[in-house]
């Protein structure tokens, strides 16, 4: 069966139509990257693994100040969670858990959820 000029015109309109659509249309994934959280946390790094009684470095609120602001939908929030725990891992015991524990609300920023080591991130809204 021999497809009409007409029935070409339409596949390739539908076509054009669905790539459109699917670049216009908002996707599920996440705008942050892991490379993204760990630059805006490194300033962090030095209070998170230093004494206990080392102040919070400035550039370590400003970048989880900057970082809070740019996760503004739950995919993200999510995928920072993600990061934080790998990169929590692969620090392994260096990390002061209460200092960790404790950096948001040192930096002014509230979250509706506990940060700890088994926070399941899917459950990050």
Same mark, same amino acid.
């Given at each position: 069966? #021999?497809? =009409?000029?007409?029935?070409?015109? +339409?596949?390739?309109?539908?076509?054009?139509?669905?790539?459109?659509?699917?670049?216009?249309? !908002?996707?599920?994934?996440?705008?942050?990257? +892991?490379?993204?959280?760990?630059?805006?946390?490194?300033?962090?790094? =030095?209070?998170?693994?230093?004494? =206990?009684?080392?102040?919070? !470095?400035?550039?370590? +609120? /400003?970048?989880?100040? /900057?970082?809070? *602001? #740019?996760?503004? *939908?739950?995919?993200?929030?999510?995928?920072?969670?993600?990061?934080?725990?790998?990169?929590?891992?692969?620090?392994?015991?260096?990390?002061?858990?209460?200092?960790?524990? *404790?950096?948001?609300?040192?930096?002014?920023?509230?979250? !509706?959820?506990?940060? /700890? !080591?088994?926070?399941?991130? /899917?459950?990050?809204?």
């Amino acid at each position: 069966m #021999a497809i =009409s000029k007409m029935q070409k015109v +339409c596949a390739c309109l539908f076509l054009l139509c669905m790539v459109v659509i699917s670049f216009s249309s !908002p996707h599920a994934e996440a705008a942050i990257s +892991c490379s993204t959280v760990y630059s805006n946390l490194a300033p962090c790094l =030095s209070y998170l693994m230093g004494s =206990s009684k080392q102040a919070v !470095p400035a550039g370590c +609120c /400003s970048g989880i100040q /900057s970082l809070y *602001t #740019a996760a503004s *939908t739950t995919t993200d929030r999510q995928s920072v969670c993600s990061c934080l725990k790998a990169g929590a891992a692969s620090l392994g015991s260096s990390i002061d858990t209460n200092k960790a524990a *404790t950096l948001l609300n040192k930096c002014g920023v509230t979250v !509706p959820y506990k940060i /700890s !080591p088994n926070i399941d991130c /899917s459950k990050v809204q």
